[in-house]
T-cell receptor
Framework: NAGVTQTPKFQVLKTGQSMTLQCAQD?????MYWYRQDPGMGLRLIYY???????DKGEVPNGYNVSRLNKREFSLRLESAAPSQTSVYFC??????????FGQGTRLTVV | EDQVTQSPEALRLQEGESSSLNCSYT??????LFWYRQDPGKGPEFLFT???AGEEKEKERLKATLTKKESFLHITAPKPEDSATYLC??????????????FGSGTRLLVRP
C-alpha cells in the first residue's frame, strides 16, 4: 500500500526555470493538498483541492499553479522558480474529517 | 482568521520524565484537531484526531486531550525514540465543505537517555 507518492524526491533548479512536482494517492481520498515547510515556519498551505475538478488557494499561492488531473493525482507547477521557493514540499490527501496522510516530500533548491 | 499556536518551540526531557505539549487554536467552528509526528527528513505521520471538547485519545506513551480553546499532547515516561517534532493542525467548518488543514509551527522534542 503506497499511500501518497511524490516525485521527484530532490531537485535543483536555476532561477527562472520551471518544473512540475507530481503527487499521486491510492487511498481514494477526495481532498488533496500541497504544503511547503521552511525552518521555524511549520507547514504552510499552498493550494488544496476539495474534490476532483476543484482547486483553491491556501496561505502562500503566489508563484505556483496546480492541476487536479483526476481523483488520484494533484500536481504543483513552478512557472519561473525563485530562490524564495527553496523549501521542502509535501503533498497530502484526506477524506472528510479524518487525518491527512503525507508523502515523503520533495526537497527543492533554487539557485 | 484560523490560527494555531504551539508551545514550547523546543523541549528537552530526560528519559522517563513526563511532560505536555500545548496547541492553542482559534477557528470559526472546529471540525477536527489533529496531531502528527514528524521525524527528520520525512513527512508528517498521523497520530490522533479529536473532534469535540472533552475527548481523549491514547496511543502507547501518548495521550491527546481537547478543550474548546486548546489541546494537549501528554507524554508519559518518554523514551529516546519519542524524539521528533510534534505538529498540531485544525480543520474548520466551512460552507463550501473544504477540508483544508491549518498547522502550527510544531514542538521539537528531544528525549535524552
Amino acid at each position: 500500500n503506497a499511500g501518497v507518492t511524490q516525485t521527484p524526491k530532490f531537485q535543483v533548479l536555476k532561477t527562472g526555470q520551471s518544473m512540475t512536482l507530481q503527487c499521486a494517492q491510492d487511498m481514494n481520498h477526495n481532498s488533496m493538498y500541497w504544503y511547503r515547510q521552511d525552518p521555524g515556519m511549520g507547514l504552510r498551505l499552498i493550494y488544496y483541492s476539495a474534490s476532483e475538478g476543484t482547486t483553491d488557494k491556501g496561505e502562500v499561492p503566489n508563484g505556483y499553479n496546480v492541476s487536479r488531473l483526476n481523483k488520484r493525482e494533484f500536481s504543483l507547477r513552478l512557472e519561473s522558480a525563485a530562490p524564495s521557493q527553496t523549501s521542502v514540499y509535501f503533498c497530502a490527501s484526506s477524506e472528510a474529517r479524518r487525518g491527512a496522510f503525507f508523502g515523503q516530500g520533495t526537497r527543492l533548491t533554487v539557485v | 482568521e484560523d490560527q494555531v499556536t504551539q508551545s514550547p518551540e523546543a523541549l528537552r526531557l530526560q528519559e522517563g520524565e513526563s511532560s505536555s505539549l500545548n496547541c492553542s487554536y482559534t477557528v470559526s467552528g472546529l471540525r477536527g484537531l489533529f496531531w502528527y509526528r514528524q521525524d527528520p527528513g520525512k513527512g508528517p505521520e498521523f497520530l490522533f484526531t479529536l473532534y469535540s471538547a472533552g475527548e481523549e485519545k491514547e496511543k502507547e506513551r501518548l495521550k491527546a486531550t481537547l478543550t474548546k480553546k486548546e489541546s494537549f499532547l501528554h507524554i508519559t515516561a518518554p523514551k529516546p525514540e519519542d524524539s521528533a517534532t510534534y505538529l498540531c493542525a485544525v480543520q474548520a467548518n466551512r460552507m463550501d465543505s473544504s477540508y483544508k488543514l491549518i498547522f502550527g509551527s510544531g514542538t521539537r522534542l528531544l528525549v535524552r537517555p
